[in-house]
């Protein structure tokens, strides 16, 4: 079996290979060659810990394991380690054997930032030049820092609840040689491409702060009861997620499909678009959504990349097992 540690996980992947596995498995899950397994997710009653499995499985890549880990709060204060902790072990799917087991920790990050990016490179429109941020915490920066490399931007404007957080989204401009404005809820109008991705549990964002011709990206929403969109705005989008049974009981579409204002059959594979099944935007006015929820194919795409890098730069532990 291999091992890649976490150490390792930053000198080897890049956001561009993380793109292309994800955009390759949201493919594959459309064209019905990948499938999610359903997710556990446990509050164990130790240490206020939320754990839990995604997994799946690709035939087409011929990835077959799960992600487990979660959420401990006290970790930064008890043990000075980050509070979100997890692991991805890929099994051989010709024999069931385990194959690698791979830090999952930067990759979560990497792979659910892709999956925006995705979202955006075939949903938003090509003139998009100001991106509005809703979230300025951890995975706020890794999802601007990749959302920027798909379109010529040249605005960002951001909103976060501990406006003192914003720094994090400034910085990130800074980096790209882009100027940042922190802004009301209102000012979102301007915005040609929103991400969401705070930890809310209410809606933050109206259905009338977002303006015709907008692509939004809802990437915060990933657990029954989070919410960061009025759910009338998804009546208003052609809505798109990453696993549409994922979406209607975790994403953000939980919330206008229990209030009955969309169906399940008003979501669309985000996979679809990328294949060609599915026309994605059909005009410059179009509003569209992508229900970011966080599948375990995602980590299992971007885990076998990093074991692959990992072996071509000799930096895979071999153990026998
Ligand atoms: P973080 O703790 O670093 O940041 C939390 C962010 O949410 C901050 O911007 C904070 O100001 C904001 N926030 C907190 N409470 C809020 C409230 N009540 N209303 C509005 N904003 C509030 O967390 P993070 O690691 O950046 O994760 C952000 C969210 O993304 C979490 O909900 C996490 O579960 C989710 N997430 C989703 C995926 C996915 O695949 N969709 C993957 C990883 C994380």
């Known amino acids: 079996m291999l091992i890649v540690p976490e150490r390792e996980i930053a000198d080897l992947m890049t956001r561009e290979a993380a793109f292309a596995a994800v955009e390759k498995v949201f493919a594959a899950m459309a064209a019905g060659d990948a499938y999610n397994f359903p997710v556990v997710r446990e509050a164990i009653g130790h240490e206020d810990a939320l754990y839990g499995f995604k997994g799946g499985f690709d035939r087409a890549g011929l990835t077959l394991g799960l992600k487990a880990g979660g959420y401990w709060p006290n970790n930064i204060a008890k043990h000075g380690i980050i509070n979100h902790q997890s692991t991805v072990i890929l099994f051989d799917p010709d024999t069931g054997k385990a194959k690698a087991m791979v830090g999952g920790n930067l990759l979560t990050a990497l792979r659910t930032a892709a999956a925006s990016s995705v979202s955006i490179r075939h949903l938003a429109r090509s003139d998009a030049r100001v991106i509005g941020m809703i979230g300025a915490g951890h995975q706020a920066r890794f999802q601007l820092r990749a959302a920027l490399e798909q379109r010529d931007f040249e605005k960002v404007i951001g909103w976060n609840l501990h406006p003192e957080m914003l720094s994090n989204l400034e910085e990130v401009a800074t980096e790209a040689g882009l100027p940042f404005e922190a802004v009301q809820l209102d000012d979102m109008t301007r915005a040609d491409v929103i991400i969401s991705i705070t930890s809310s549990f209410d809606a ?55 209030q009955s204002l969309v169906s399940e059959s008003d979501i669309a594979q985000l996979g679809a678009v990328i294949n060609g099944a599915h026309p994605g935007r059909t005009s410059d006015a179009d509003i569209t959504l992508f229900d970011g929820t966080g599948v375990g194919l995602q980590d299992l795409a971007v885990a076998a990349a990093v074991v692959d890098l990992a072996v071509e730069r000799g930096v895979a532990i071999e153990v026998d097992f």
């Open 204 to 258: 933050i964002l109206s259905a009338d702060q977002v303006a015709a011709g907008t692509h939004i990206a809802c990437m915060g929403t990933d657990t029954k009861g989070k919410q960061e969109v009025d759910p009338r705005l998804l009546t208003r989008a052609q809505v798109f997620t990453d696993e549409v049974a994922q979406s209607v009981t975790i994403g953000e579409a939980q919330h206008a499909v229990g």
